[in-house]
């Protein structure tokens, strides 16, 4: 099944919610970044939770996710748009650590991402076409990445949610299934839906083994939500990064004319690599000297 989100609304309105599936996404992101299972899993549930803040924007906004903890993942980003493009980096895809004990499906140990994110901060950059970007922030509650973003939309949004991100990762380190949903109530709810929208959450199997089973976006939120559901738009969601050799030429260029010229005179050559898809882009000498006489023109 492809990657695609779901945006619906419900109780007349009070309810809005999302749910996706995001393995094609996460595959890709821990194969780019030759990730192991921690790392594919940490990467994968934020890229997953960009995915859902991403389609709540508008036009050409994005929204940044950085998890800084002091574990030995380091830091760990995901960015996406409004059209459902999304990637993503950690900084330390290798890191292995002792399973927790329990079982999250069949049997694939549960991993203990908290501890290979550690403590420190969520931040929430959202490029809104403006001078500034809009930049929240909020420490880490637990570090197991879902409840650091309830914790951040509670805090700093002010919006009770109901949130699941999951990844399964195979013994093979071959990512298996991914997706999320999240729930946000809005004023006006009742309490009697409430205590049944939390009592839903409390019973609910983990996503990724209903997704294993061939659950779709709309059938979790069927599961979860009360009474009627509007379900308001459907979006592909995919990987997809706007890296290009001009772009980082443009970054070359903005070294000056005397830096470029001790690259050339040193090594002859650069080589750079985008952090977010590993795409290496190379630039031989006389792409250095085009830049050092375009340099000195400005």
């Not at 996404?25 to 939770?49: C, F, P, Q, Y």
């Not at 996710?65 to 995901?78: F, T, W």
């Not at 203990?112 to 420490?139: C, H, R, T």
């Amino acid at each position: 099944m492809s990657d695609y989100l779901v945006r619906a609304t419900a109780l007349d309105g009070k309810l809005r919610a999302f749910a996706c599936i995001t393995t094609e996404i996460v595959r890709e992101l821990s194969d780019r970044n030759k990730a192991l299972a921690l790392a594919s899993a940490a990467l994968g549930r934020t890229a997953t939770m960009a995915a859902m803040m991403g389609v709540m924007l508008k036009g050409k906004e994005t929204v940044t996710l950085q998890i800084r903890g002091d574990g030995p993942l380091g830091r760990i980003v995901a960015t996406a748009d409004s059209e459902g493009h999304v990637r993503g980096y950690v900084d330390n895809p290798l890191v292995e650590l002792a399973p927790k004990d329990g079982i999250v499906f069949g049997d694939v140990e549960k991993l203990d991402v908290g501890a290979a994110v550690g403590d420190g901060f969520l931040y929430v950059i959202k490029d809104l076409g403006m001078k500034e970007p809009y930049i929240g922030s909020v420490p880490l509650a637990t570090g197991e990445i879902g409840d650091d973003f309830l914790y951040y939309f509670a805090q700093s949004e002010q919006t009770p949610s109901a949130l699941g991100l999951g990844v399964l990762v195979g013994k093979d380190q071959a990512v298996t299934a991914a997706g999320g949903f999240l729930l946000q109530l809005l004023p006006g709810v009742s309490d009697e839906d409430i205590d049944y929208i939390e009592n839903q959450i409390r019973q609910f199997p983990h996503i990724t083994s209903l997704l294993v089973q061939g659950y779709t976006p709309e059938e979790i939120l069927k599961r979860l939500i009360p009474g009627d559901i509007n379900f308001n738009e459907k979006v592909e969601i995919g990987f997809r990064c706007d890296c290009s050799h001009e772009r980082f030429a443009r970054g070359l260029l903005s070294l000056g004319a005397a830096e470029l010229t001790k690259i050339m005179e040193e090594d002859k050559r650069a080589e750079l690599v985008c952090h977010f898809c590993n795409e290496v882009y190379q630039f031989e000498e006389a792409d250095l000297l085009e830049l050092i006489a375009e340099a000195k023109r400005d």
